[in-house]
């Protein structure tokens, strides 16, 4: 989840200590529990503090006194992973319960989850059911200030738990997570050249990584794509086809798609696709970046949790073999 409260915890520890001496002669007035009022709409802003939020709840009469909500929240950790965005909380509650519905996500307005692998068109339509118009949202794409060396709008929306508060615009909220990406990318060590990919090149990768597999075979599907570039082998991934007819989530790649013609199908095309299939999570990122040593050039998932590596081509068409039954015998559920 996205931890938007900057400077929440250190406000908390610098300020919490003090506030602490003052309050401790006396409790801090508090609203009784299990006696809620009505909802009411409290904005968080992206950035607020501790302090700023125990005034807010303190103006729409959610808790009984600043005092409480903030002693409260000096002393327990999960303050700090309040969410910006306009919250739904009972009037007339104890800090305790104040807390705890701020921390619900069920109560955050708008509220936009972003899944590790999808595509910038998935995002922006996300964005849409909760109120950006298309315009708007496409009008802030060309607007995004992109980190040094990447290019264009796919890839660098990163995936998390977004909520931005009433009045936020659509270029602050796809910017919001371009500098999530651009943090998550520095930290994994993408935005820099490295084993003579460039930072564009290694997102590619780890966005086909994030749409081929499990994480748990992540640095191995690195690992096969460094190898088939190695010497010359087509990617030949079905997932860069699935990126250019739009077929989310089928297993099954027939003949006729993969002579689709894209720049992005590694049927037809050697070496990597000219950018990113997606927005990949951070776990994708590293494994970009390290793969695990191996041989391996081919990979298949027999069946839903058993994805096999091998070099041998004899040995990847009897494991394709047995994924052909597993998935004529609805092992894969749904494959259409």
């Not at 790649?253 to 037809?268: D, F, K, Q, R, V």
Request: net charge neutral; aromatic share 8%; proline share 5%.
């Amino acid at each position: 989840m996205l931890r938007v409260i900057a400077a929440f915890a250190v406000i908390f520890a610098i300020t919490g200590g003090i506030y602490l001496v003052r309050s401790h002669s006396g409790a801090n007035p508090d609203f009784p529990t299990g006696n809620p009022g009505v909802e009411v709409i409290v904005d968080i802003p992206e950035g607020a503090t501790g302090s700023a939020i125990a005034l807010a709840l303190v103006k729409k009469g959610v808790v009984k006194s600043y005092a409480a909500f903030f002693s409260l929240a000096v002393a327990d950790p999960r303050s700090s992973n309040i969410a910006p965005g306009s919250h739904r909380i009972n009037s007339h509650i104890s800090a305790k319960e104040a807390l705890d519905q701020l921390l619900d996500t069920k109560r955050i307005a708008n509220l936009i989850r972003i899944v590790e692998g999808a595509w910038t068109d998935e995002v922006i339509a996300q964005m849409e059911k909760v109120g950006f118009s298309k315009s708007e949202l496409l009008g802030a794409l060309s607007q995004l200030r992109r980190p040094t060396d990447f290019t264009g709008n796919e890839g660098i929306l990163f995936p998390a738990q977004y909520s931005f508060g009433s009045g936020s615009t659509a270029l602050t909220a796809l910017q919001a997570m371009v500098d999530r990406f651009a943090l998550e990318a520095r930290a994994s060590g993408i935005d820099q050249n490295a084993d003579g990919f460039t930072p564009m090149q290694l997102l590619t990768i780890a966005s086909i990584i994030q749409a081929e597999g499990e994480t748990s075979d992540f640095s191995k599907i690195s690992q096969v794509i460094r190898n088939r570039l190695k010497v010359g082998m087509p990617l030949q991934l079905d997932t860069t086809v699935h990126y250019v007819t739009r077929t989310r989530g089928h297993v099954f790649l027939s003949t006729e798609a993969t002579h689709t013609a894209s720049p992005y199908n590694t049927y037809l095309h050697y070496g990597l696709p000219p950018g990113p299939i997606g927005n990949p999570g951070r776990a994708a990122m590293d494994a970009s970046l390290h793969p695990t040593p191996g041989n391996w050039v081919y990979f298949i998932t027999v069946k839903p949790g058993d994805t096999r590596f091998t070099d041998s081509n004899s040995q990847f068409l009897t494991w394709k073999s047995e994924y052909e039954k597993n998935l004529a015998s609805g092992a894969f559920g749904k494959t259409s």
